[in-house]
């Protein structure tokens, strides 16, 4: 069902993990998907091609979301390609686990130009050059839930996603737009198991009430119906998505 036809959409972060799953989920449902990466030329490029290969359209734009001009030149190339934006999904970040003793002034400088000043760029342009009735999903975590050692700056950098989700919420619901995020849990991905030993994937799956943990199209689903006309009337919140994780 083409329930996303006419529908441009950015994925930020999107030639990998959650957000490929994002991406190929919505351009099945008839959105024109913008694939943004920052290294991952050949992922992103595998990810166009299977959207195209099964009837949808495509694109990937390279641009680091830390940077004010590249996500300027996102959105550009995004409306001179696609004619407009309707949809920003922020699902680009990274992770970093030590103590806040351990964590250096390069490793929180890193994980917060990401996390979050590069939630805020894409939602500083998104402000003037979203259409009008648009979306906006920022990620969060379900790890601001909880007290885990070792993801204090982690934690802290969603935290700041969550309140500028909704205070842009706030700033931007006169065009009817609008903006919420998601708080996934523990998720199947390269990103989630990497240095992760089996014993720690299984206590982690273990505090989910499915006894599992997530897997992308868990995340997907969720997207889809943020997204549609159907969740117009939720704006300003953060939906955890977590089998009971937190």
């Known amino acids: 069902m083409n329930t996303l036809k006419e529908k441009v959409i950015i994925v930020t972060g999107s030639s990998k993990g959650i957000g490929a ?7 099945l449902k008839g959105g024109s998907l913008v694939i943004n990466y920052a290294s991952s030329k050949a992922e992103a490029d595998h990810v166009v091609t299977e959207i195209i290969n099964t009837g949808g359209k495509a694109i990937a734009i390279k641009a680091d979301v830390s940077k004010t001009e590249e996500v300027k030149h ?25 103590s806040i003793k351990d964590t250096t002034d390069e490793d929180f400088n890193r994980i ?18 979203l259409e009008d009735g648009g979306r906006v999903i920022n990620f969060s975590s379900s790890v601001t839930r909880l007290i885990m050692p070792a993801y204090g700056t982690y934690a802290a950098t969603k935290a700041a996603v969550e309140q500028m989700t909704r205070v842009f919420a706030k700033e931007v619901g006169n065009r009817n737009i609008t903006v919420n995020s998601v708080s996934p849990g523990p998720v199947n991905t390269e990103l989630f ?12 799956a273990s505090m989910s009430v499915f006894n599992r943990i997530g897997e992308t199209y868990d995340i997907a689903n969720v997207i889809t119906f943020l997204i549609s006309d159907e969740a117009q009337w939720i704006t300003a919140q953060n939906i955890g998505i977590n089998g009971g994780f937190a």
């Open 112 to 129: 917060f130009n990401i996390n979050v000043k590069g939630t805020f760029n894409t939602m500083r342009e998104a402000a003037t050059r």
């Open 193 to 204: 198991t990497h240095g992760k030993t089996d014993e720690t994937i299984a206590r982690l």
């Open 74 to 98: 996102l959105f550009d190339a995004a409306i001179t390609h696609f004619g407009k934006v309707d949809i920003l999904i922020n699902n680009a970040g990274i992770s970093i686990y030590k």
């Open 21 to 27: 799953t994002i991406a190929k989920t919505l351009a």
